[in-house]
């Protein structure tokens, strides 16, 4: 599928970084498998020495990772189901020694792919298909077109949506009349604004085709955004090496990069490396990550992602539940796991790292957003939140005054609704026990209850009591409290609850 490109000479190679790094998060290490360790370096960097040395049968697999005979005789049935290839530079990633091991999970097949238990995999079953008005084009939200330009891919993925396009074998060399039906469409409808150019890869296409694409979607005035789905940067960096491919993709000026990396050891050197220069040449790049059991589902990994990905300025931008394609059943999590992870992120690392978690729902109807709970309970005048500590905190819902009458004497939840509390703290809170506590005499001579203010139960009158500051909110939903600031910067203030 490469030969016009084969025919030019390679272009001067970005020479990827032999950076040490301190600790063991991403990026990873560089690292090649034994079976490649003699290879040059021009070679090993050169996307088409990669391509042309891909892993392409279960005969070569079974000299490269250890595999039971039952194994490989399911494997041998699978292998005209579908494709398979695992550059040598992702195929490196692998731990050998491991059955279970993330990156081998999703590149290399396995026996579970002919087994669907649930009856749910469906080969379509986002129903794009259904969506299609002119052969490859999906249009399915109103103002967003994608675009299916190749069957090709770099790496082909164990759990990959689109299995019923990546199974043609071959590829589109040149340009097609599909691929003119295509940009007529979008040219001829005004609302379309943005356009996913897709596939399959479509840093896969020869360049020449790749062109066709982006003048064009460039030249129509409507289209604001061109956005290039794409595993390359994880699978295949050494393409995005070529800086002639680079400065073809910033000059349609509309481009932004959808990349996809599950993996904190994806983060590779050379992954950050392309990353940053498709950033220079004036690309945003998002991610989207695939919830996928045995290879991100735990909160430490995911954290580990997210936080590799922030350090190589790539956006987190989603994260899919992962559809139930045909093969892919013992990829699928239950959506509570992906809740539990949400709930693992918000407020434990930076909002601009935390992925939108969205189910792609059947019968085509989109991304629906999933997150955990937030909003506890609900009254005519305010509403309780929970935060990510677990605080209760009462917030006005809206600007009026408060009902008339006196608080009612109760608790929990209710008292924040319906008493004169406003916030309730659980034991033991990291956050409230690192605030300076300050020590102020209650001359009322009676009993005084803290617990608003993360005291526990009441003291004696005129004793000596720690009191952490919290401000709590009166009856118009605004805090009282006299601050005052010392020259060391340290402000203390009390405030009052009027219910």
């Not at 490196?92 to 491991?98: F, G, N, T, V």
């Not at 580990?304 to 987190?316: C, D, F, I, M, Q």
């Amino acid at each position: 599928m490469f030969e016009s490109d084969a025919r030019r000479a390679l272009a001067t190679a970005v020479q990827p970084a032999a950076t040490a790094f301190e600790d063991e998060e991403p990026p990873s290490q560089p690292r090649r498998h034994p079976q490649w360790k003699d290879v040059p370096h021009e070679q090993w960097d050169d996307w088409r020495w990669q391509t042309h040395n891909a892993v392409r049968s279960v005969r070569q697999l079974r000299h490269l990772l250890s595999f039971t005979p039952a194994e490989l005789e399911a494997l041998g049935r699978l292998e005209g189901e579908y494709k398979l290839a695992i550059p040598p530079y992702y195929f490196s990633l692998i731990d050998p020694r491991d059955p279970n091991d993330p990156i081998r999970l999703q590149s290399v097949p396995s026996p579970l792919e002919a087994e669907n238990p649930s009856g749910y995999e469906l080969d379509d079953p986002l129903e794009e298909d259904k969506d299609s008005p002119v052969p490859g084009l999906t249009h399915r939200y109103p103002d967003r077109a994608l675009l299916i330009t190749t069957p090709n891919c770099s790496m082909y993925c164990r759990y990959c949506t689109r299995k019923r396009a990546t199974l043609t074998r071959g590829g589109w060399e040149g340009v097609s009349a599909d691929d003119e039906r295509m940009i007529d469409y979008v040219r001829s409808h005004r609302e379309i604004r943005d356009v996913i150019v897709s596939g399959g890869d479509p840093l896969t296409l020869p360049v020449s085709k790749l062109r066709f694409y982006l003048e064009n979607l460039k030249a129509i005035d409507h289209v604001d955004v061109i956005r290039i789905g794409t595993r390359v940067p994880v699978t295949l960096p050494q393409r995005l090496y070529d800086p002639e491919l680079i400065e073809l993709l910033a000059s349609a000026e509309k481009v932004y990069i959808q990349t996809h990396f599950n993996h904190p050891r994806e983060v590779t050197p050379e992954a950050v490396r392309v990353c940053k220069a498709l950033l220079r040449a004036g690309m945003p790049i998002n991610n989207h990550s695939v919830l996928l059991k045995g290879v991100n589902d735990d909160l430490g990994t995911m954290r580990s992602l997210l936080r590799g990905l922030l350090r190589a300025k790539v956006r987190p931008y989603y994260l899919f539940h992962c559809d139930p394609v045909t093969g892919a059943g013992h990829f699928r999590t239950s959506v509570w796991k992906g809740l539990e992870i949400m709930e693992g992120l918000r407020g434990h690392m930076s909002g601009i790292g935390i992925p939108t978690y969205v189910v792609d729902s059947p019968h085509g109807g989109g991304k629906i957003p999933m997150m955990p709970n937030y909003l506890v309970s609900m009254s005519d005048d305010a509403v309780v939140l929970r935060n990510y500590e677990g605080l209760l905190i009462r917030y006005q819902a809206e600007d009026k005054p408060a009902a008339n009458g006196q608080p009612t004497n109760t608790r929990g939840v209710s008292g924040l609704l319906q008493g004169d509390k406003t916030v309730l703290i659980p034991e033991q809170n990291e956050r409230m026990a690192r605030r300076k506590p300050r020590v102020v005499r209650d001359g009322c001579g009676g009993d005084s209850d803290a617990s608003d203010l993360g005291g526990e139960g009441n003291t004696d009158g005129g004793a000596l009591r720690p009191i952490i500051p919290l401000p709590m909110l009166n009856g118009n939903g605004h805090a009282n409290g006299n601050g005052n600031s010392n020259g060391n910067g340290h402000g203390h203030g009390q405030a009052a609850s009027n219910g």
